[in-house]
């Protein structure tokens, strides 16, 4: 029995959305995502399934929250502290094991609300590196980002070109605020904000909501002419507190063993000749590169894919060609679900100014971000 996405919908995507609370953000999103699948949520659908974290939101039990602006009111609702990418795994679970059919998933983020973002970034470090007070929190992706070079090859030129790349990219899609034109002299040449990281290779951050409506195989098929089927779905953490003692600086254990689970859920060999396109993470630059090798795309060095243009848009492997979190953004855990959001408008034919030719089958691939280290990966078809 598949699972498969038959409807999506989402809101916001700006920096601010100060017209709207989180609330309203997850209800517009939720009846866009149940009128694209043609059904009623009080109704049809069997489970609600929300990605929220109370250390994002600045209210304790924050689960509280879920059910109303998604319809789940006296209905199953469940909660899971991650990346909206491991609610759309526990929805695939509940779908597969027969204990629903139709199952909702929600997850979304709203920066602009946190006064105190730094220090919450701070306060989410081991108790050793806060005692430090390192001043930026984000200076781990900078050890991250040194250690990638060391091991890798790769030069403070490359990671520039994924910036450059992915913003420039990004001015053709609608929900992109981030998007810019931008040289790669000009990125080279700015002042290291996390060295060897200047701004312009760290996505900034943006209010949104997403929400996602999956289904059983004869549900989807009653439903949609042409769904979307998750063909794989797997999400690891690194043992340990991750942060410091056990983490593999310049790498991340985390992607490469749920891309080998996704992958063999999906029966994928050569995941970068068997699928037509990639959403990744690149929150900060050079995590695209670290990631596509860690995914099996590029074990010849993925810097020097980049170098010949095979992951640019027209390239023989398109690479985040929504723009990637350096044109849209960084959204807390409703981030998977951006990527997710793209690449199923892609499969749809659907993706607007980024839309590719021809694409049928995508890999999904999210961070939770400093200071953890939970990946997930998502194989998707047509």
């Known amino acids: 029995m598949r ?59 924050n689960d509280e929250f879920a059910p109303d602006p998604v319809g789940g009111v006296m ?23 027969g204990l629903a059919e139709l199952v909702a998933v929600e997850a979304h983020g709203k920066p602009s609300d946190v006064k105190t973002l730094q220090e919450i970034y701070e306060l989410a470090l081991d108790p050793q590196l806060r005692a430090l007070k390192p001043g930026n929190p984000f200076f781990l992706a900078g050890l991250d980002a040194v250690a990638y070079m060391r091991r890798s090859g790769a030069r403070r030129e490359h990671f520039a070109l994924v910036a450059v790349k992915n913003r420039r990219r990004g001015l053709r899609n609608p929900r992109a605020s981030h998007a810019a034109s931008i040289e790669l002299k000009a990125v080279l040449n700015a002042r290291p904000a996390i ?31 042409e769904p979307i089927w998750l063909e794989g779905i797997w999400w690891s953490t690194e043992v340990g507190s991750g942060s410091v003692e056990w983490h593999e ?19 994928l060999k050569d995941p ?19 990631f596509l090798e860690e995914l099996g795309m590029a074990p010849e060095g993925a810097h020097k894919l980049l170098e010949s243009g ?17 044109s849209l953004g960084t959204s807390f855990e409703a981030t998977g679900l951006m990527r997710l959001l793209e690449a199923v408008l892609q499969l749809r034919g659907e993706a607007g100014g980024v839309q590719l030719r021809g694409a049928e089958r995508a890999v999904v691939a999210s961070w939770r971000g400093v200071p953890s280290y939970t990946s997930a990966v998502a194989v998707l078809g047509r």
């Not at 498969?4 to 953000?25: D, N």
């Open 195 to 225: 060295y060897p990281l200047t701004r312009h290779e760290i996505a900034g951050f943006t209010d949104a909501a997403i929400s996602v409506v999956m289904a059983s195989e004869q549900k989807a098929r009653e439903l949609r002419s």
């Open 249 to 267: 600086w310049g790498s991340m254990p985390s992607a490469r063993l749920a891309a080998k689970e996704a992958y063999r859920q999906a029966g």
């Open 272 to 290: 970068r000749r068997q699928t037509d396109f990639a959403e990744v993470e690149d929150r900060f630059s050079f995590m695209e590169l670290l």
């Open 75 to 97: 209905r199953p609702t469940v909660t899971v502290a991650g990346d909206g990418l491991q609610c759309v795994g526990q929805a695939y679970m509940m779908i597969r094991s």
């Open 3 to 61: 699972t498969a996405i038959v409807g999506i919908g989402w809101s916001g995507f700006r920096p601010s959305v100060p017209e709207l609370s989180f609330t309203e953000m997850m209800y517009e999103a939720a009846v866009r995502a149940y009128e694209d699948a043609g059904v009623d949520a009080r109704r049809d659908v069997d489970v609600f399934v929300s990605c929220q974290e109370d250390f994002w939101e600045g209210i304790a039990i």
């Open 310 to 326: 095979y992951f640019d848009a027209e390239g023989s492997y398109p690479v985040n060609p929504s723009g990637g979190s350096l």
